[in-house]
């Protein structure tokens, strides 16, 4: 895996729904290890962007480079098998299971892990694997919990969990602080402030404390431009990005 060059580039993308412009000539470029939060109000087109960048879009024009490739035309399976992961909302938790075998479900989704995990010594390793992923997630106490036992934002975590099992290159999340409490988000922001290094991450947020917690640097969309990008001190005293959310 190269670590210089940009894991994630756009170039003049665009998603017209109609006449409605959800995406507009965005450009955008991440670099291995990166923290990018994407922030903007309601409708500026955070998800259709997601969506773009995990394949579940087609553009109506410009370009996706993920890890060094010009990759718009492939499928979001092709993306997720060159190391991209998302969550949270194609994650399927079993709730009557424990958090242990649902993060030994997710190894197994990984080609090589099942023959690794099958042999001689596979439940050894499955065990410290699983409690790795378990610990990124800060759910190392809850590996013999029932996920139904598990607060909203434990499941949150656990989710996390399962997208990092297949040792992504880059993370993309979409809004994963919705509906969660203050301390829950407090937690997943400290998860994700902690995640390593390995991992280039997307931050898709409406939440402004998250994203500027987690980001590094941040993007701010509005009617699907992107109209500034900055550190989080600049984009916390932007009187423009102040507009924009009161206006959102
Ligand atoms: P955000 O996630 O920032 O709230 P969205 O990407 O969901 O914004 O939406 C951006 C704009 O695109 C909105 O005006 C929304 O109504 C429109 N839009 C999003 N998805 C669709 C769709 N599938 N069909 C038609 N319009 C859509
Ligand atoms: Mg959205």
Same mark, same amino acid.
């Given at each position: 895996?190269?670590?210089?060059?940009?894991?994630?580039?756009?170039?003049?993308? %665009?998603?017209?729904?109609?006449?409605?412009?959800?995406?507009?000539?965005?450009?955008?470029?991440?670099?291995?290890?990166?923290?990018?939060?994407?922030?903007?109000?309601?409708?500026?087109?955070?998800?259709?962007?997601?969506?773009?960048?995990?394949?579940?879009?087609?553009?109506?024009?410009?370009?996706?480079?993920?890890?060094?490739?010009?990759?718009?035309?492939?499928?979001?399976?092709?993306?997720?098998?060159?190391?991209?992961?998302?969550?949270?909302?194609?994650?399927?938790?079993?709730?009557?299971?424990?958090?242990?075998?649902?993060?030994?479900? %997710?190894?197994?989704?990984?080609?090589?892990?099942?023959?690794?995990?099958?042999?001689?010594?596979?439940?050894?390793?499955?065990?410290?694997?699983?409690?790795?992923?378990?610990?990124?997630?800060?759910?190392? %106490?809850?590996?013999?919990?029932?996920?139904?036992?598990?607060?909203?934002?434990?499941?949150?975590?656990?989710?996390?969990?399962?997208?990092?099992?297949?040792?992504?290159?880059?993370?993309?999340?979409?809004?994963?602080?919705?509906?969660?409490?203050?301390?829950?988000?407090?937690?997943?922001?400290?998860?994700?402030?902690?995640?390593?290094?390995?991992?280039?991450?997307?931050?898709?947020?409406?939440?402004?404390?998250?994203?500027?917690?987690?980001?590094?640097?941040?993007?701010?969309?509005?009617?699907?431009?992107?109209?500034?990008?900055?550190?989080?001190?600049?984009?916390?005293?932007?009187?423009?990005?102040?507009?924009?959310?009161?206006?959102?």
């Amino acid at each position: 895996t190269p670590s210089n060059g940009p894991v994630l580039a756009l170039r003049g993308l %665009a998603k017209h729904f109609g006449g409605v412009h959800a995406v507009a000539d965005v450009e955008l470029d991440v670099s291995h290890g990166e923290r990018v939060s994407v922030i903007g109000p309601n409708g500026a087109g955070k998800s259709t962007l997601f969506n773009l960048i995990a394949g579940d879009y087609r553009p109506t024009a410009g370009r996706i480079e993920l890890f060094g490739d010009d990759l718009t035309r492939t499928s979001a399976r092709v993306r997720a098998h060159r190391g991209l992961a998302r969550t949270f909302q194609t994650s399927k938790l079993f709730t009557t299971m424990t958090v242990d075998d649902n993060l030994y479900l %997710a190894l197994c989704g990984k080609p090589g892990s099942v023959r690794r995990l099958r042999r001689a010594d596979g439940d050894e390793r499955r065990r410290s694997r699983t409690r790795e992923l378990a610990r990124a997630a800060g759910l190392e %106490a809850k590996l013999a919990t029932e996920v139904g036992e598990l607060s909203h934002g434990e499941q949150r975590q656990l989710e996390l969990a399962m997208a990092l099992a297949s040792e992504p290159r880059l993370l993309i999340l979409d809004e994963p602080a919705a509906g969660l409490s203050p301390a829950e988000r407090g937690t997943l922001t400290k998860v994700l402030s902690e995640l390593s290094r390995d991992i280039t991450l997307v931050l898709i947020e409406h939440d402004m404390d998250i994203a500027l917690v987690v980001g590094e640097r941040v993007v701010v969309m509005a009617d699907g431009e992107k109209v500034l990008e900055g550190t989080p001190d600049e984009i916390r005293s932007s009187e423009l990005v102040r507009r924009i959310y009161l206006g959102g």
